[in-house]
């Protein structure tokens, strides 16, 4: 089965500082992974995508992110966090097989603050 | 190209009302998605639709039921509405890989 864990429900930074937001999927087969943003009151954006190319990904606004296998991970980093990075983001594992392909399982979310 | 279009933005309905969340996408997808999000539960899929003519469920369907109209536009239906219904419906469409999302309809249930 596939699931991913975002492990802080909650992270706050102070302007300019780095951004780390973790996530841990767990994936029967190869995954696609995704990032996702949502500004309050907004729909969602997509930030970034692994799909077993490159396991450094870079997405927009300066994000990137990292599939490390042997971790079985997915972090979202950015070197310099901006007001306008204040939003809910999501970790989400697409499912590869079957039927459901194409499916996303996403993780509970979380909210990302950015105090001047 | 408008992307992924939702209507209404907002409703409030009593218990037991009848409403159908309109969606539809311009980009040829194959395949669309109705999520809820609910605070601290992510999006969890209702119903999706992998090509026209087919649907299925996902995992939260009970109390739901959907159409695929044709190949731009996938409705969600809620035949009795609950409080527990009460939420945010986003829709999304794929051709492949990730998922376009449209703005969402904030349904409140009474």
């Known amino acids: 089965a596939q699931s991913v864990t975002q492990l802080d429900s909650h992270v706050s930074v102070s302007e300019g500082t780095p951004v780390l937001l973790r996530c841990n999927y767990s994936?029967?087969?190869?995954?696609?992974l995704f990032w996702y943003v949502q500004h309050p009151n907004k729909g969602l954006q997509l930030l970034l995508k692994?799909?077993?190319?490159?396991?450094l990904v870079k997405g927009i606004n300066g994000f990137e992110a990292e599939f490390k296998k042997s971790e079985t991970s997915f972090h979202l980093t950015k070197p310099s966090a901006h007001m306008s990075d204040a939003a809910e983001y999501f970790c989400?594992?697409?499912?590869?097989?079957?039927?459901?392909?194409?499916?996303?399982?996403f993780g509970k979310g979380t909210k990302l603050s950015v105090k001047p | 190209n408008a992307g992924v279009t939702q209507t209404p933005k907002f409703q409030v309905l009593k218990t037991g009302q009848s409403m159908t969340l309109q969606c539809a996408q311009d980009?040829?997808?194959?395949?669309m998605y109705w999520y809820r999000q609910d605070p601290g539960m992510g999006l969890r899929l209702i119903y999706y639709s992998a090509s026209e003519g087919t649907t299925d469920k996902g995992e939260v369907p009970n109390g739901y039921n959907v159409s695929r109209l044709n190949k731009r536009e996938f409705s969600l239906r809620l035949e009795s509405a609950a409080p527990s219904q009460t939420s945010v419906y986003f829709c999304a469409s794929t051709q492949g890989v990730g998922q376009y999302f449209g703005p969402g309809t904030r349904l409140t249930v009474t």
């Open positions: 980009m040829n997808h194959n395949s």
């Open positions: 994936s029967s087969y190869s995954p696609s």
């Open positions: 989400v594992v697409s499912l590869n097989y079957g039927g459901s392909q194409g499916n996303l399982i």
């Open positions: 692994y799909t077993s190319a490159a396991t």
